[in-house]
C-alpha cells in the first residue's frame, strides 16, 4: 500500500465508527446514563473493533495500489487538513469532555452556540464526511466510495437520533437554534432542515 493509501486507512480508522458508536449510544441514552463506563466499552467495541477488522480484511479492495495523481493527491490532503483545522475549532469551542460525549452521557450541559456552532449544528460530522472524501481520493477504490456512501447514510441516521435526543433533552431552544443554524453548510437555506 502507497503512503496515500496509509493516510486514507489512518482516516478510515478514526472517521467510519462515529456513527457506529453513536448508534449504541443515542437510542438508549437514558439507559446509558445510568452505565456510564460501561457504554465507552460497549460503544467503542462495537464500532472500532469491526472497523479496524474490515480494513484490514479489505484493505486491497479499498486502497489502490498506485499513487493518485498529483491532483487528486492535493485535493485529498486539502480536505484532510481542513478537516484536522475543523476538528480543532470544535474542541477549542467544547473542551474535551463535550467533545467525547461526557455532557450527553451525563444529561447535562447546554447548547453551544459559539464558534463554529454559530454558523453550522454539526461540524463534527461536516469535517469527518471531508475527511473521508479527502480518503476516497487518494485511495481511489470504487469500493472505498461505496464505504463512504454507506458513511454518509449512517452519519445521517446517527445524526437523526442525536438530535431526537437534543430536542427532548432542551426542547424549544433547541428548536430555535436549529431555526437559526442550519445542519452542515453556514449560510445555506437548504441545509436548516429539522
Known amino acids: 500500500m502507497t503512503l496515500p493509501g496509509w493516510l486514507a486507512a489512518v482516516v478510515l480508522f478514526l472517521q467510519l465508527p462515529i456513527p457506529l458508536y453513536w448508534f449504541v449510544v443515542h437510542p438508549q ?7 456510564s463506563r460501561a457504554v465507552y466499552i460497549v460503544g467503542l467495541s462495537s464500532s472500532w473493533l469491526p472497523v ?3 480494513l484490514v480484511v479489505f484493505h486491497r479492495q479499498l486502497f489502490r495500489s498506485n499513487w493518485p495523481s498529483a491532483g487528486m493527491l492535493m485535493l485529498g490532503l486539502a480536505l484532510i487538513v ?3 483545522w475543523i476538528f480543532w475549532r470544535v474542541h477549542r469551542d467544547l473542551g474535551t469532555s463535550r467533545l467525547v460525549g461526557k455532557t450527553e ?14 454558523r453550522i449544528r454539526h461540524p463534527r460530522y461536516t469535517a469527518s464526511f471531508l475527511a473521508i472524501v479527502g480518503a476516497c481520493l487518494l485511495a481511489g477504490t470504487r469500493v472505498m466510495w461505496v464505504a463512504a456512501l454507506t458513511w454518509l447514510v449512517l452519519m445521517l441516521l446517527a445524526i437523526s437520533f442525536e438530535e431526537q435526543e ?6 424549544a431552544a433547541y428548536e430555535d437554534y436549529c431555526k437559526k443554524v442550519p445542519r452542515f453548510v453556514p449560510f445555506s437555506g437548504i441545509s436548516r432542515s429539522r
Open 82 to 84: 481542513f478537516e484536522g
Open 105 to 118: 452521557l451525563s444529561g447535562a450541559g447546554e447548547i453551544e452556540r459559539g464558534g463554529i456552532y454559530a
Open 166 to 171: 437534543m430536542r427532548a433533552r432542551f426542547g
Open 29 to 35: 441514552v437514558k439507559f446509558w446514563r445510568q452505565h
Open 52 to 54: 479496524t477488522i474490515a
